[in-house]
């Protein structure tokens, strides 16, 4: 990989020239929380920021994607909507880099899916690097989910007054060339990375028990466990777990009549396992009736599924959920019971 | 090409079956064949409705390229289809799901049990099989039905009655005064067949609640866990592997399945 240098005080130009390219989406203070925004200035960033409320993937996996038009009155006028538009993320944690990746094996898996595809090929993925952990309840250092190996364009470092920079790929190379803000690192700029990486480390404390690579193996013994009765007693389905989380795609199908009553759009909608109606069908029959099997389900689904089919956890350890969560459930305490039991 | 974009299709012919059931003949506008393997099924779309996944319910060697779909009208999109008429445009998009394993019961005798619906799915293979009867063994359906009246296709189901190369059992949870065969649940059907078990296979298609008893019988008379094959239903919104509303524990029905062999379906502890 290339490796280049940025000084703090040409940032903010250097995010202006990519807004003048790109839709540049990047992490803005809402309130006291942080989410990702389109920005409308660069000096809106926030650079060190906590776990944002929604994570970045949902920017390339959107909510009410139009997957169809259609006209009722003719069959023939129906068209498959493939859309998008050039855009960056920008300062997304490894974490949430990681979550990307994920959604790029899933989604990517025979028979592809196009919607998404085009849209992350359209998408510049430009990450910060975590030199400190977001909160006590994150489980991406556990998971070492808390670096990404790659799955980006640019990687920025603080390493103090500049940003190190590693250029991984050609889109992240073209970006840095047509920028005069960037120089070559010099040996010393390399030990002032190296430092912040070390001293970074100590930042971060495990928080599971136990072998992280055992916990699919644990969850699997779990299956008919207390522990789902448990959590399915406090879950009061509202869904937001699944809404949050980086590496949740399970959608609807829903088709929307203009008021012309003559054209409309089928579109995709978020959808959520941990709904009620999620595995209801129409001869009202359940196939996942208790809140505890819904449980069950997406932790199953992250730790043990994903796993098994694409070789990596689907949980990146960013604690989204456990932040949301209503019932207060903490998918931490529940990998922590079985890894104990 | 996106795989949301259905194939246009018209309806070619209609039937009233029962009175929630009706026969639509589907033929594809550009003359295609729809090419699908018996146990395959397709997502029927209606601009402005939506989609829903229903088996193809006849079988791909019958020729003329169209192809039948059995529809309960249970909901939405179903109960909007009850409203069309020969000659109304449709949307399909498939077929998908792995279809029945002809290579598993080539040459075997096989044992059909159809729950209710589920001879919609089952007739695919059925007709499949007896278009091509001298390739297999004995052929034994056992179907049950709520009523002499929810039997779907009666006209061809009595042919199958008739026929000495078929052994059929048709049975009523309630019967009326006109009818004179079995009247009880459909395992008990077992009783009026024999199974060599070893060179048996039984293809089940039926409501949930119904797998558990079937299968039991299956295992008591011998057949092996590897040769009963089953259906297993679920409400798709894409058939592609994709929406999560299939999933069964670590596998998707409408690329893993529909169909699956007890063997690998026990294993699913949230199949049924």
């Not at chain 1, 920008?90 to 094996?105: E, R, T």
């Not at chain 1, 556990?142 to 007054?161: E, S, V």
Request: hydrophobic residues 40%.
């Amino acid at each position: 990989m290339e490796e280049l240098l940025i000084a703090y005080s040409n940032l903010n130009d250097f995010i202006s020239q990519l807004m003048g390219e790109y839709n540049v989406i990047g992490p803005v203070r809402k309130e006291n929380k942080f989410a990702f925004e389109p920005l409308e200035s660069p000096s809106d960033i926030v650079i060190d920021y906590q776990t944002t409320i929604l994570p970045p993937s949902k920017w390339i996996y959107l909510n009410n994607e139009a997957l169809l038009e259609f006209n009722l009155h003719d069959i023939k006028k129906t068209k498959a909507i493939v859309n998008s538009k050039r855009q960056v993320i920008l300062f997304a944690h490894p974490c949430d880099i990681n979550g990307i990746n994920v959604m790029d094996q899933i989604l990517g898996e025979a028979p592809a899916d196009l919607n998404y595809l085009k849209r992350r090929k359209e998408t510049v993925i430009i990450g910060y690097e975590c030199l400190k952990p977001c909160g006590e309840k994150n489980l991406c250092f556990d998971k070492d989910y808390h670096k990404a190996a790659g799955g980006f364009d640019l990687l920025f470092t603080d390493i103090g007054k500049s940003f190190y920079v590693h250029v991984a790929t050609q889109v992240g190379k073209e970006i840095v060339s047509y920028s005069s803000f960037f120089k070559k690192v010099s040996y010393n700029d390399r030990n002032d990375l190296f430092n912040v990486r070390i001293e970074g480390a100590k930042e971060f404390k495990r928080v599971l028990s136990g072998n992280v690579d055992m916990l699919s193996h644990h969850l699997k013994d779990s299956y008919d466990d207390m522990i789902w009765d448990v959590m399915g007693k406090k879950c009061v389905s509202c869904g937001a777990c699944n809404i949050v989380c980086p590496t949740c795609y399970c959608f609807d199908v829903v088709d929307e009549v203009n008021m012309d009553m003559d054209t409309g759009c089928r579109h995709r909608r978020w959808d959520a396992c941990q709904l009620n109606d999620f595995s209801k069908v129409a001869s009202g029959e359940n196939f996942r009736r208790t809140a505890a099997e819904r449980v069950r389900h997406r932790v199953f689904k992250k730790e043990v599924y994903l796993k098994k089919r694409f070789g990596r956890s689907g949980c990146v350890g960013c604690g989204r959920c456990i932040y949301s969560c209503i019932a207060k459930i903490s998918i931490l305490d529940i990998f922590n019971q079985v890894m104990v039991g | 090409m996106s795989d949301f974009l259905p194939k246009t299709a018209a309806i070619t012919k209609l039937k009233t079956l029962t009175d929630k059931e009706k026969l639509f003949t589907i033929t594809l506008d550009n003359g295609d064949s729809l090419d699908h393997k018996p146990g395959q099924f397709v997502m029927v779309s209606l601009s402005g409705v939506g989609e829903a996944p229903i088996s193809i319910s006849s079988s791909p060697l019958r020729g003329n390229n169209s192809f039948d779909l059995c529809v309960r009208f249970v909901g939405n999109l179903t109960n909007k289809m009850h409203k069309l008429s020969v000659n109304d445009r449709i949307g399909i998009r498939g077929p998908y799901g792995n279809g029945f394993p002809l290579d598993r019961i080539y040459g075997k005798d096989i044992i059909f049990i159809a729950g209710g619906l589920g001879i919609a799915p089952l007739r695919s293979l059925i007709q499949h099989v007896l278009k091509k009867r001298e390739e297999y063994g004995r052929v034994t359906i056992l179907y049950g039905a709520k009523r002499p009246q929810d039997i779907l296709f009666s006209e061809e189901v009595y042919t199958w009655v008739e026929d000495d190369s078929i052994e059929m059992h048709i049975t009523v949870d309630v019967a009326d005064s006109s009818w004179n065969r079995h009247v009880g649940v459909l395992p008990h059907l077992f009783k009026f067949t024999s199974i060599d078990p070893l060179n048996s296979v039984a293809v089940i298609v039926g409501p949930p609640v119904m797998y558990r008893f079937v299968i039991m019988e299956a295992l008591t008379n011998g057949i092996f866990e590897s040769n009963i094959f089953m259906s297993l239903e679920r409400r798709m919104r894409c058939g592609l592997g994709k929406c999560g509303h299939c999933q069964i524990n670590g596998v998707y029905v409408c690329q893993d399945g529909p169909v699956f062999s007890y063997k690998n379906a026990k294993k699913l502890k949230e199949a049924l």
